[in-house]
T-cell receptor, first 110, second 113 residues
């Protein structure tokens, strides 16, 4: 079955710097790759997603890139702000079943 | 638009006791999911419903876990009897179509003593 690995497990950046989180997946048939943000005491919230027919997608300060050949996808956050501090999860799926990575705890230092 | 509602938010029970979690999905969402999230891990799917039918319960430990979705709206997840290892956050999610964006509720944090 699908396996998703996520790195790093923790990431600390200075406010205004960029943050990059990377994921790899094992099932080449996966075609949908969402990223979720989870704040303390809340459920995960979708922040951006990408499908396998697209190599890059951007939404304001957030961008996701996908390399299907290498089975890698990454989340890029530019101009980080303290409110970006949270746990971020990547996921991969080929249907309805999302397989999540283990999460990255991002801390943005003011 | 109201999001996915779950209750209770927190539950503390002793092992071997039963426990139940309730979920009300976003109005109009036919697909409902229950996930288990262990500390420091991503969510793992337990069961998926299409309307009132459980179409994927392959990850649900059926010896102690059960779920139902009467009338294709609200859903209940039950554990009987609870074990120490069941301590986790139980998340409910819903989507308008399948596959589609999944909207998560805040979860129920279960502690089994």
């Amino acid at each position: 079955g699908e396996n998703v690995e996520q790195h790093p497990s923790t990431l600390s950046v200075q406010e205004g710097d960029s943050a990059v989180i990377k994921c790899t997946y094992s099932d080449s048939a996966s075609n949908y790759f969402p990223w979720y943000k989870q704040e303390l005491g809340k459920g995960p919230q979708l922040i951006i997603d990408i499908r396998s027919n697209v190599g890059e997608k951007k939404d304001q300060r957030i961008a996701v890139t996908l390399n299907k050949t290498a089975k890698h996808f990454s989340l890029h956050i530019t101009e980080t702000q303290p409110e970006d501090s949270a746990v971020y999860f990547c996921a991969a799926s080929k249907s309805y079943k999302l397989i999540f990575g283990s999460g990255t705890r991002l801390l943005v230092r003011p | 638009e109201a999001g996915v509602v779950q209750s209770p938010r927190y539950k503390i029970i002793e092992k071997k006791q039963p426990v139940a979690f309730w979920c009300n999905p976003i109005s109009g969402h036919n697909t409902l999911y229950w996930y288990l999230q262990n500390l420091g891990q991503g969510p793992e799917l337990l069961i998926r419903y299409e309307n009132e039918e459980a179409v994927d319960d392959s990850q649900l430990p059926k010896d102690r876990f059960s779920a139902e979705r009467l009338k294709g709206v609200d859903s209940t997840l039950k554990i009987q009897p609870a074990e120490l290892g069941d301590s986790a956050v139980y998340l409910c999610a819903s989507s308008y179509r399948d596959p589609g964006e999944q909207f998560f509720g805040p979860g129920t944090r279960l502690t089994v003593l």
